[in-house]
């Protein structure tokens, strides 16, 4: 999700670069010069690779404590893989209700 959202920033520096202009007190980290710009990415890879890091994180949890049941992995281990897989749940339902909240807004605008 990392690498999506720098790409995000990449893009919006390629815009600046092209003439459009962006807001001078947004703060967007722009690739160092000599590096490669990465290719910007779709709305629908960006949500799909969120999925993919939110059920790999809830699989790893499972997995986690699997392992402490067998009595091979530490409480602290087991807390850390779940907390992380709750938070990252918890992320994935907020970005949800927010792009369902839009969806609805525009079905209601009158044309």
Same mark, same amino acid.
Do not use: C
């Given at each position: 999700?990392?690498?999506?959202?720098?790409?995000?920033? &990449?893009?919006? &520096?390629?815009?600046?670069?092209?003439?459009? !202009? @962006?807001?001078?007190? !947004?703060?967007? =980290?722009?690739?160092?010069?000599?590096?490669? =710009?990465?290719? %910007?990415?779709?709305?629908?890879?960006?949500?799909?690779?969120?999925?993919?890091? #939110? @059920?790999? !994180?809830?699989?790893?949890?499972?997995?986690? %404590?699997?392992? $402490? #049941? /067998?009595?091979? $992995?530490?409480?602290?281990?087991?807390?850390?893989? #779940?907390?992380?897989?709750?938070? !990252?749940?918890?992320? $994935?339902?907020?970005? /949800?209700?927010?792009? #369902?909240?839009?969806?609805?807004? @525009?079905? /209601?605008?009158? @044309?």
């Amino acid at each position: 999700m990392i690498d999506a959202i720098q790409s995000i920033g &990449a893009f919006s &520096a390629m815009k600046e670069a092209e003439g459009t !202009s @962006i807001t001078s007190s !947004s703060s967007l =980290v722009t690739p160092a010069a000599g590096t490669a =710009v990465p290719q %910007s990415q779709s709305f629908a890879d960006v949500l799909g690779n969120m999925t993919t890091d #939110v @059920i790999q !994180s809830m699989k790893s949890a499972e997995g986690v %404590s699997l392992q $402490a #049941v /067998r009595g091979e $992995a530490n409480t602290r281990e087991v807390v850390d893989a #779940v907390m992380n897989a709750e938070q !990252s749940l918890q992320t $994935a339902l907020a970005i /949800r209700d927010k792009v #369902v909240t839009a969806y609805l807004e @525009i079905a /209601r605008m009158q @044309i």
